[in-house]
């Protein structure tokens, strides 16, 4: 009997004793599949669930990083209770549909999204986007690291001490941790994105006004127009902080090293709809927070980070900015921890070296240095004075944006590969949706690429 045959068939009754020796991806393996083969209580549908879940929760959990959570608060600050909270709910189904592509791709195929680029159209494309990828990921993690550094001011802890910490953190948990403990590590990290839902619940917002948003009668009228460049400036950062090209890679690759088989689709869609959930309920109550009480502050578009958590402590209180600063410094450590594992999976599949978090640092120093090396860097730069922090948020948040048509590109086109998929190939509404997808990415750049360069020629 092979390997693949004795993992797809029901667990043995000596599980344990048949499991030493056997690398964790099997070992993993084997437990969901004496989860699935016994008793049908619910207990036992409990623990397969909770099993199956991961990938889907951290790549949507994690989007919500630190940079999104200052986007999100300048939105609410610049436009306050407007049309940019219903825009949420499209832009989760947006993230879902994108996201899912890569759960068939990763469980039909067993391979990253890398290796697939790489392998499918050459090295060219495939050093394309893995540079496109690199470049981004590490401006990424810069605003992980200024979540960490604000977040410490507010607790009195100088930064020079919380950002170490906070990089050996991250790098630890993917060097010496295996995949299932790495994965719930991050789940556990990952759980407390969701403080900013009861924040915005307990500042006792207008819910009315909230309400009205859906309809729009509390107004969606946008100050000084839909083509002006604050706001599609805004409009480009929160499509950003929603689909970015990490996400493509993570999610692929996640699926692949925790060992999911086309059997497992649809518990992956259910882990990213939950995901999805998670993500539009904790970028609405942050938007709603804002709008309610940072809305007509000066520069409202370009508060920073530091301007955002003090501005909530002086609208509601001590406790209320400690709950946001907490909440600011779990999505910087969340987010660089899928940011770093992204980039470890790309570039060791890019090499074709061992690339799993199961894998020892002795076994494969090229998958885990250049990921551990991309966030040193990051983390670097935020040790230094005078950082345009506020810039650099939006900045990183519009890249991704540019960069999303060209990623959802290679997507499409392997999803659309019968070769590879067979009949878990893109349907045509897939692919129309798809394409629509990249068309109002493409729209949105253009648009606002003009308003910057031509002020009034829109």
């Known amino acids: 009997m092979t390997v693949e045959t004795e993992v797809f068939s029901p667990a043995p009754a000596s599980f344990d004793t048949y499991a030493e020796g056997l690398d964790d991806r099997i070992r993993d393996r084997l437990r969901i599949e004496r989860l699935r083969s016994g008793k049908r209580s619910l207990m036992n549908r409990l623990a397969l669930g909770l099993a199956l879940v991961g990938p889907g929760l951290l790549v ?10 200052i986007t999100y608060a300048q939105t609410g600050a610049t436009y306050g209770l407007s049309l940019f909270i219903p825009l949420m709910i499209p832009l989760g189904f947006i993230a879902y549909l994108v996201q899912e592509m890569t759960i068939r791709l990763g469980a039909v195929t067993r391979r990253g999204h890398a290796e697939m680029i790489w392998k499918r159209y050459g090295k060219f494309w495939g050093a394309f986007s893995l540079i496109d990828l690199v470049a981004a990921n590490i401006l990424t993690l810069m605003t992980e690291f200024i979540g960490v550094r604000v977040a410490s001011e507010v607790f009195h802890v100088p930064y020079v001490m919380t950002i170490p910490l906070a990089f ?11 995949y299932f403990a790495w994965e719930r590590v991050s789940l556990f990290i990952a759980a407390f994105n969701l403080i900013f839902v009861p924040l915005a619940l307990f500042s006792h917002p207008d819910w009315s006004a909230v309400a009205g948003t859906f309809t729009g009668a509390s107004g969606w009228a946008v100050p000084g127009g839909v083509f002006s460049a604050s706001f599609l400036i805004l409009v480009s950062a929160n499509i950003g902080t929603t689909i970015a090209p990490w996400q493509l890679f993570f999610q692929q690759s996640c699926i692949v090293d925790k060992g999911l088989l086309v059997k497992d689709i649809k518990a992956s ?26 809305h007509g502050l000066p520069n409202a578009s370009s508060l920073d980070d530091d301007a955002v958590v003090s501005s909530i402590g002086a609208k509601l209180g001590q406790a209320a900015m400690i709950v946001f600063a907490l909440g600011l410094l779990e999505a910087g450590l969340i987010a660089a921890i899928v940011v770093t594992a992204s980039t470890a999976w790309a570039i060791g599949e890019a090499l074709d070296v061992p690339r799993s978090v199961n894998v020892s640092p002795r076994r494969s120093l090229y998958f885990y240095a250049p990921a551990v090396l991309g966030t040193a860097v990051a983390a670097g730069t935020l040790m230094l004075p005078n950082v ?11 890249i991704a944006t540019v960069f999303m048509p060209a990623a959802m590109l290679f997507l499409l086109m392997l999803l659309n590969d019968r070769e590879l998929l067979g009949s878990h190939v893109n349907s045509p ?10 068309v109002m990415l493409i729209v949105c750049n253009a648009l606002y690429g003009i308003s910057t360069v031509f002020p009034n020629a829109l």
């Open 60 to 69: 949507m959990l994690g989007d919500n990083d630190a940079g999104g959570v």
């Open 168 to 178: 050996m953190l991250v790098t630890g948990v993917l060097v010496f941790l295996n």
């Open 269 to 294: 869609r259910r882990d990213l709809m939950l995901g999805v959930i998670g993500m539009v309920l904790v970028a609405t109550a942050i938007i709603i927070l804002a709008g309610q009480y940072l």
């Open 388 to 398: 345009p922090v506020g810039f650099l948020n939006l900045t990183v948040q519009v």
């Open 429 to 438: 509404l897939r692919n129309a949706l798809s394409v629509g997808v990249m």
